[in-house]
């Protein structure tokens, strides 16, 4: 079974331009991103997908591999797929399960990728899954850049919103969980997410997963312990920087 990941970056991020070459306790947060998803055992290779030169150009100097796509993408998932296909056609192979990294997660701890590919290695049928974490700060069950979510029994989602879900009007103390950006898809079913149209509800809350849902399809989630912050302002990234400063694995790739 071949299985990469693909980062996807690109400059022109709405919340928070350039922030893929934001500097992060002296690297750029792209480069702490590769770093660390390439010291995960499982996968064959890491690159990075971008439309801007100068992240492309950035990923190379480091000794990381980058294909160029279009600057038309809208979802993360697109730029992956386009990705996934240039590499098959570049290297000559064919992929079975891409890991999507989201290009502001520079807290990813390598075991998250096997957390996250677990449930599809085990299970032929499990088409995507998706990390999960606790929230334990009302600030951050409130933050609109957290994408919360809500799951079955069998922890597989119900819902996604960056609205507080469930809601804390009657009680106090609700299961509060957000989604992870790592996110294996077999090969096959990125190329038909990316065919499906966009749906309602997930252009009202700008959530790819809800696509899935909506087509009566399941997302399987994975809890992880694993501390992490997503980088959405620049608020976000001072607190990543004090973050990485007692970090496990940072001086395990930078010095």
Known sequence: MRIISIIPARMAASRFPGKPMAEINGMPMIGHVYK???LNKTLNEVY??????????????I????????DCHERCSDRCAEAMLKIEEQEGVKIDIVVMVQGDEPLVHPAMIDESLAPMIENEDILVTNLMAEINDISEFKDPNEIKVVVDSDDSALYFS????PTMTK???????KQVCIIPFRRSFLLHFNNMEPTKLE???????LRILENKMK????NTNFVTKSVDTQSDLNKVSEMMKDDEIFNTYFS
């Open 48 to 61: 990075v997908a971008t439309c801007d030169q100068i992240i492309f150009e950035y990923i190379h100097s």
């Open 36 to 38: 660390r998803v390439k």
């Open 63 to 70: 000794g990381g591999k980058a294909i160029m796509t279009s």
């Open 171 to 177: 009680f106090s103390n609700v299961p509060m969980l």
């Open 203 to 209: 252009i009202i809350e700008s959530i790819d997963m």
């Open 162 to 165: 960056r609205e507080p879900i």
């Open 219 to 222: 997302v399987q989630m994975v």
